[in-house]
């Protein structure tokens, strides 16, 4: 039996429904991302698991137990709130004990309980202050100290670092991490940043339209997409409309214009679809060859530079491809120089055919 | 010439307004203050202290600005008691009932006071409506005292002076951020613990700031206590127009009025002060 079992969870308001038939399990300590961009559903979930939204249908189930019946305030689930939601007029220390004195902890306890939390989130200094002269990595902390003393059956983390800058926000990803897996505590982290997904999770959920795509770890569902909006929402893809030609041992055949070239078996939609599918080609694994030596030839018609690795342009006939080489000396090629691109066949991904959204 | 002298021009007649409307009669007042009246000789322009000596020292005056600041401080604890509370349900509630509730409550901003005190006066009086309902039902046999009293004046006062506490909480209110409610909800915290320990001190400003606004119109409120507390129950701003437009000793209304005047303000600055110190490390 699962930690924490979502099933057939739906949520309608009015006409609208924001989340469809929603299944997931979630194994004691693991950490999961809902990612998906704004809209698809991953917050109203989280209410729900919050206990702040009734679902319209389907059961949330916590060691077996139905939590749906129980109150928000009985959940024993601790929140980081996007805006973290801190109490303005408490001060650290306060904040940090409110869910400890709620439980009717003895006080001695409680403040052995908010010190040790403190020290996890290394504000033992700051516990006297209020929150407003704090900073937002502060306040962050403050909040996850909040959500960690209670020690919570589950952990919703909502968008907890999106407010933060890019730097403290990489920062904070490595510790969260590192406090998540020290106190072991199952974790449910909401976001719509894929890379912070990626580098937090276990496990990422990926959610489109209130419906859930794709369940799988971070490289696995980078690496092997089930469809065409988990491949370009997860990383930058070159994605191209193509058609099976014919199947071969072990692969096809397939072509996106003109040009044709191989591929692994195609998915067993393409057949229904006359064989049309979308043709996903990561950039990192498109590699350079001499003019005419390519399986596409192009020209490179933009080049910039970010830092660890080189962003190219290529303008070839499948359309404009993008190409990224890692920074390992000097660039390989010159803007406005013609070049052949080519790849390794098992790298190529082929996807169900869906229009562009 | 647009130069350093555009902003006073551009504010010309906005200034221009204001002293000739508030400066200059608050001025004459306060030079009006200082004469003496002779009950033959009328207004005499000389220039003493006799006026401000008299109301300090008369033991009449200061029972009547005792019951005026009596009146204000528990018409500012009702206010608070009750708009808290109603500017937290109308905060709370979905939109479609809310905004037809919030014109229920201010309302009462569009009818003159005159109005609304005279329906109180209907409500209160030993004939009115509360007093013959009870009589006719048998619970009681004469009629209960309401009119011309300090408690009649009270509740007409809380009822004219609601709508400026809902509004002050219902901003503060705002200002909050919804998901602190949530968060002590997830931490385990009830409907009233909530109220009272996130939602309260976080609309403590509100509360403060109508209470302010609350009290101050209070202790100068004219036509409520004229109405309802009569000659019998008088209060500082009754006092005052008494003395201009039936003793005709103009000089001692403008020292009573100058009084009063200067006791608001000393209440204000004071609860502003207070206020502030207490709350300037914490909301900023």
């Known amino acids: 039996m699962a930690f924490l079992e979502l099933t057939g969870l739906t949520k309608r308001f009015g006409e609208v429904t924001a989340v469809e038939d929603f299944d997931l399990t979630v194994e004691r300590g693991e950490f999961v991302s809902l990612l998906g961009p704004s809209g698809c559903g991953k917050t109203t979930t989280l209410q729900m698991i919050a206990g702040f939204e009734q679902p319209t249908a389907g059961s949330i189930t916590l060691e077996g137990r139905d939590l749906v019946a129980v109150k928000a305030r009985n959940r024993g689930i601790g929140i980081v709130f996007q805006s973290y939601a801190l109490f303005p007029h408490m001060t650290v220390a306060q904040n940090v004990a409110f869910g400890l004195e709620m439980r009717k902890v003895a006080p001695a306890e409680r403040q052995r309980r908010v010190e040790q939390a403190l020290a996890l989130v290394h504000l033992e200094a700051l516990a006297g202050r209020y929150p407003r002269a704090m900073s937002g990595g502060q306040r962050q902390r403050v909040a996850l100290a909040r959500a960690l003393v209670i020690e919570p059956e589950i952990l919703l983390l909502d968008e907890p670092l999106s407010n933060l800058d890019a730097k403290l926000r990489e920062e904070m990803q490595l510790e969260l991490r590192g406090i998540q897996q020290r106190m072991g505590v199952t974790t449910i982290l909401v976001t719509h940043d894929q890379t912070e997904a990626m580098a937090l999770s276990d496990r990422v959920a990926v959610m489109h339209r209130g419906r859930l795509v794709q369940v799988a770890d971070p490289l696995q569902a980078y690496e092997n997409p089930l469809t065409d909006f988990v491949s370009s929402f997860l990383g930058k893809t070159n994605r191209l409309e193509g058609r099976v030609l014919e199947r071969q041992s072990g692969g096809c055949r397939v072509a996106v214009g003109e040009t044709t070239f191989e591929a692994p078996p195609p998915p067993d939609e393409a057949a229904a679809g006359g064989g049309r599918v979308i043709v996903s080609i990561r950039p990192e694994k498109v590699e350079f060859r001499p003019a005419g030596a390519g399986l596409v030839e192009g020209r490179a018609a933009a080049r910039i530079f970010l830092g660890d690795h080189w962003l190219y342009q290529v303008e070839t006939p499948l359309g404009v491809l993008l190409v990224i080489r890692q920074n390992a000396g000097p660039a390989e090629v010159e803007t406005g120089g013609s070049v052949g691109l080519a790849w390794d066949p098992a790298q190529v991904r082929l996807l169900p055919y869906e229009a562009q959204a | ?284």
């Open chain 2, 1 to 284: 010439m647009p130069g350093r002298f555009a902003p006073w021009l551009m504010s010309a007649p906005a200034l221009a307004l204001f002293v000739a409307l508030l400066l200059v009669p608050l001025g004459m007042t306060f030079v009006l203050s200082f004469h003496a009246f002779g009950f033959y000789t009328g207004i005499e322009t000389t220039v003493d202290l006799a006026n401000y000596i008299d109301v300090l020292s008369d033991g009449y005056f200061h029972e009547i600005f005792a019951r005026t600041f009596g009146i204000a401080l528990v018409t500012t604890l009702l206010c608070a008691a009750i708009g808290t509370p109603e500017a937290y349900f109308l905060y709370r509630m979905r939109s479609r009932w809310r905004s037809a509730l919030l014109l229920v409550v201010i309302g009462p901003l569009l009818i003159s006071v005159v109005v609304r005190t005279l329906g109180w006066a209907i409500l209160l009086g030993n004939r009115g409506v509360i007093n013959t309902a009870l009589m006719d039902l048998e619970l009681i046999t004469r009629p209960i005292k309401m009119m011309y009293t300090t408690g009649g004046i009270v509740i007409a006062l809380v009822h004219v002076m609601i709508p400026f506490m809902v509004i002050a909480v219902w901003a503060a209110l705002h200002r909050q951020d919804p998901a602190t409610e949530q968060a002590a909800e997830s931490l385990g915290a009830g409907p009233a613990t909530i109220f009272f320990r996130v939602v309260l001190p976080q609309a403590m400003p509100g509360v403060l700031s109508g209470s302010l606004i609350v009290f101050s119109l209070s202790a100068s409120a004219f036509a409520t206590p004229a109405i309802l507390g009569g000659r019998r129950v008088k209060v500082v701003s009754t006092t005052v127009y008494d003395e201009f437009l039936n003793t005709l000793n103009w000089p001692l209304g403008a020292a009573i009025a100058m009084l009063l005047l200067v006791a608001v303000l000393l209440v204000m600055v004071s609860w502003n002060r207070l206020v502030e110190r207490r709350f300037a490390q914490v909301f900023g």
